[in-house]
């Protein structure tokens, strides 16, 4: 459809957008990160992690980023894309939280938050859509159907073949003997 063809790489210019951003200046996605990235790294029983080692973070995510969007605005694999769009998502959204005290203004993170969700919840939308064909679940439960369906058949037809060879038998047993009442000796 068309309108997949359009809508796709709509959606991947704002992962694209931002992916870039993180690889050109990791700095400032890096103050972002450091919260977080410390409540993990002391969660797992690890020291924080450095600078360098926070800014490599930020770049292999927004590298990743932007490839998951060019792949999907491609339509190469587009609906494992937008899902792995999505989880990557998941943890700048997290991060971008408005709900406790952080570098940045309350209102700059509660912008960055809602758009965030707004993104993932896009993507999210993008990894379901099946393209008008039915999904591995569909497929799943009709291939059931219509194996129950044969097997059924396949019971039926051989339960018919006993009861005609059932009958069979009763006809040729009543006829031998029928024919031994009637045939002198």
């Known amino acids: 459809m068309l309108l997949r063809k359009i809508a796709r790489p709509l959606l ?10 993180a690889l050109r200046h990791p700095a400032a996605h890096a103050v972002a990160a450091r919260g977080p990235a410390d409540q993990v790294t002391s969660r797992i029983g690890q020291a ?6 926070l800014k490599t973070a930020v770049r292999v995510h927004g590298a990743l980023t932007v490839a998951a969007a060019v792949s999907m605005a491609t339509g190469r694999a587009p609906r494992r894309s937008a899902l792995f769009l999505a989880a ?12 406790t005290s952080g570098p940045v203004s309350r209102s700059v993170r509660t912008e960055r938050f809602v758009r965030r969700l707004g993104a993932l919840g896009a993507a999210l939308l993008a ?3 099946t393209e008008g064909r ?8 009709n291939a ?15 339960a ?23 045939t002198p000796d």
């Open 12 to 21: 991947a210019t704002w992962f694209v957008h931002d992916g870039l951003d």
């Open 48 to 53: 924080p992690l450095t600078e360098n080692q």
């Open 88 to 99: 990557l998502t998941v943890p700048v959204a997290l991060a971008d939280q408005p709900f």
């Open 127 to 129: 990894g379901v859509d």
């Open 134 to 141: 039915p999904g591995m679940s569909w497929r799943i439960e």
């Open 144 to 158: 059931r159907d219509k194996h129950a369906a044969i097997k059924a058949a396949k019971e039926t037809t051989a």
């Open 160 to 182: 018919r073949a006993a009861r005609v060879a059932k009958v069979s038998k009763a006809a040729s047993s009543a006829k031998t003997k029928v024919v031994d009442a009637v």
